[in-house]
T-cell receptor
Framework: KAGVTQTPRYLIKTRGQQVTLSCSPISGHRSVSWYQQTPGQGLQFLFEYFSETQRNKGNFPGRFSGRQFSNSRSEMNVSTLELGDSALYLC??????????????FGSGTRLTVV | GNSVTQMEGPVTLSEEAFLTINCTYTATGYPSLFWYVQYPGEGLQLLLKATKADDKGSNKGFEATYRKETTSFHLEKGSVQVSDSAVYFCALSDEGAGSYQLTFGKGTKLSVIP
């Protein structure tokens, strides 16, 4: 079956612009989480969504937002881009929010470069 | 809060050598523990997991045992191959603020030379 699909794979944006990233979870998965990966900070939790509701948000400014649609697909948006937003953004899906019994499957990520 | 500490890399080993990557954690609750692997240009792949104390996770020759008394989850493999070269992340999942977010270590880069 198809895995977690993230689009686009690569993106170059200018400071001050905004960007929208997309994540399509594995069919049947209803929980989607987003993570930011940078060389300095490592992997940091951004958001978790389940049944179109945001269950939690990590320690990121309000410029970072997201949503989940009724088909479980999710988008995240970053407004007023800064150079420090350059990162690999990873999406993970699970059947339901899970402490480990089902596990999370990650996509290949979107590489965002802000210039 | 939750945190994961894993040994700094990079780690360079010869093929067929024994691998250990240390991982310790701090958690407010009773977490599940994971090892993820990341190959160049790719996302994270779940390598193995353990959801309760004394559980041993294993996959592809890798093993790790959930040690509650030492709050550790060290990754081991008896004989590494060149294809094992990747970055390895230790992580925990614990319900906090209403979600099971993953908390990751900084990652350990492993290079295996023929």
């Amino acid at each position: 079956k198809a895995g977690v699909t993230q689009t686009p794979r690569y993106l170059i944006k200018t400071r001050g612009q905004q960007v929208t990233l997309s994540c399509s979870p594995i069919s049947g998965h209803r929980s989607v989480s987003w993570y930011q990966q940078t060389p300095g900070q490592g992997l940091q939790f951004l958001f978790e969504y389940f049944s179109e509701t945001q269950r939690n948000k990590g320690n990121f400014p309000g410029r970072f937002s997201g949503r989940q649609f009724s088909n479980s697909r999710s988008e995240m948006n970053v407004s007023t881009l800064e150079l420090g937003d350059s990162a690999l953004y990873l999406c993970a899906s699970s059947l339901v929010p899970d402490r480990g019994n089902y596990g999370y499957t990650f996509g290949s990520g979107t590489r965002l470069t802000v210039v | 809060g939750n945190s994961v500490t894993q040994m700094e890399g990079p780690v360079t080993l010869s093929e067929e050598a024994f691998l250990t990557i240390n991982c310790t954690y701090t958690a407010t609750g009773y977490p599940s523990l994971f090892w993820y692997v990341q190959y160049p240009g790719e996302g994270l792949q779940l390598l193995l997991k353990a959801t309760k104390a004394d559980d041993k996770g294993s996959n592809k020759g890798f093993e790790a045992t959930y040690r509650k008394e030492t709050t550790s989850f060290h990754l081991e493999k008896g004989s590494v191959q060149v294809s094992d070269s990747a970055v390895y992340f230790c992580a925990l999942s614990d319900e906090g603020a209403g979600s099971y977010q993953l908390t990751f270590g900084k990652g350990t880069k492993l290079s295996v030379i023929p």
